[in-house]
């Protein structure tokens, strides 16, 4: 049996901690979760081996490192340079951003491809309290130095909380936006810590969107690879504008002439502007590139399976770039998902939902040809026995399954 011909193709999140520095209210207990000793946690070389055996039988199309906070585990730059040497069509990490600004050059040298960052709110304040202790200037500093070190396509995920940060999603996407960002809102799951105040604090795609479409022009996608008439006028009006807005944030079109002045003096640039919206207030943010910044970069189609619907987003000043919704709960994508979850424990995770999963860390630390049959043929249990749910039966914290 070959598995590209009769499995479905697969990707994987693989858990390397679940330790981190924050204590974000839909993911970890504010006292944190029981410490696991060394012995429990995945060497390096287990992860690898694992990752190898998944290559060898499946349709493997994307890895993506996450924690708890990965960027915590010590050698994690060594970790990505060891699953990039198996040549992986496509190598990510989800972070919260904080450690992001000093490790993004050497995570990238390692062969780390792009990047997603938590960004809870662009409020200070309202950025603590969500993630009980952060610093939002250093998340806003990672994100520069991801695209300063040519990490693509940066995303930037956004759990909406109603009474938090539901009333900051146009400003969150006008921030993403203007920096080259896919801006992506999340809705909140019923699962670990955020199950008590989960009715309290839900906030569904669909009003999210209401709350763009007073802001943003959005077109599907998908619809702009269409043939008629209007699509191709959407799309070439789009493509115009992305290419003016990377003009300007590069410094070089007719909108950003101080920007210009400062690089050919060998300054560094720095463009400031005011992003208006209706409620008579703005944000200002700093684009500092340091004549190296990064182009807005066109979408491309979202992956087979993929969780994210994705939009073209253009406001009336022209700020254009994409916007993504992740509907788990009012859109579910069970159908389609081809995710397993690896924690660092040595848990295979096919569900989100459920959770059980099956413990392969054994089969892992004997490194014997039968061993990893053994871990295969669970992981394609656990791939074909995914079903449509019905409700969230773990009891696990997001921070423990690496969500």
Request: charged share 20%; proline share 5%; with cysteine.
């Amino acid at each position: 049996m070959t598995g590209h011909q009769q499995l479905r193709p697969v990707s994987l999140r693989i858990s390397v901690t679940d330790r981190c520095q924050l204590r974000c209210v839909y993911c970890m207990p504010l006292t944190g979760v029981p410490k696991l000793a060394p012995s429990e946690i995945l060497t390096f070389e287990e992860i690898v081996r694992f990752v190898h055996a998944m290559q060898e039988r499946f349709d493997l199309r994307k890895v993506r490192i996450t924690g708890g906070e990965p960027l915590v585990r010590h050698g994690i730059v060594d970790l990505v340079a060891m699953l990039a040497e198996l040549g992986l069509p496509d190598l990510a990490l989800t972070t919260n951003g904080q450690f992001l600004a000093e490790q993004a050059p050497a995570l990238q040298r390692a062969g780390l491809r792009r990047v997603n960052v938590n960004l809870a709110s662009i409020n200070p304040e309202t950025y603590q309290a969500i993630t009980r202790g952060g610093d939002l200037n250093r998340t806003l500093a990672g994100i520069r130095a991801a695209l300063n070190a040519g990490l693509s396509p940066v995303k930037i995920n956004v759990v909406v909380l109603r009474g938090l940060n539901d009333g900051e999603v146009a400003d969150l996407a006008h921030l993403g936006l203007a920096l080259g960002c896919h801006v992506r809102f999340l809705e909140l799951m019923p699962i670990g810590c955020a199950k008590a105040e989960f009715h309290e604090r839900f906030v569904s795609s669909a009003e999210v969107r209401g709350k763009l479409d007073e802001m943003f022009r959005l077109v599907p996608v998908g619809a702009i690879h269409g043939d008629n008439n209007t699509t191709a006028s959407h799309g070439r009006a789009l493509s115009f504008s992305l290419r003016s807005q990377e003009a300007y944030y590069r410094g070089v079109g007719p909108k950003a002439p101080a920007c210009a002045e400062a690089a050919s003096a060998g300054r560094p640039r720095t463009a400031r502007r005011a992003v208006p919206t209706k409620r008579s207030c703005c944000i200002t943010y700093d684009a500092q590139y340091n004549g190296r910044g990064p182009a807005l970069r066109s979408p491309a189609q979202p992956d087979a399976g993929g969780s994210s619907r994705n939009f073209f987003a253009v406001d009336s000043q022209g700020l254009s770039g994409t916007v993504g919704f992740i509907s788990s709960e009012t859109k579910p994508f069970c159908a389609g998902c081809t995710r397993l979850r690896l924690t660092s424990t040595g848990k295979l995770i096919g569900c989100l939902a459920h959770g059980q999963g099956v413990m392969i860390r054994e089969f892992l630390r004997k490194d014997t040809s039968e061993a990893l049959q053994t871990v295969q043929n669970l992981a394609a249990n656990e791939i074909n026995g995914k079903r449509l749910r019905t409700s969230f039966d773990s009891a696990l914290a997001m921070v423990s399954v690496g969500g």
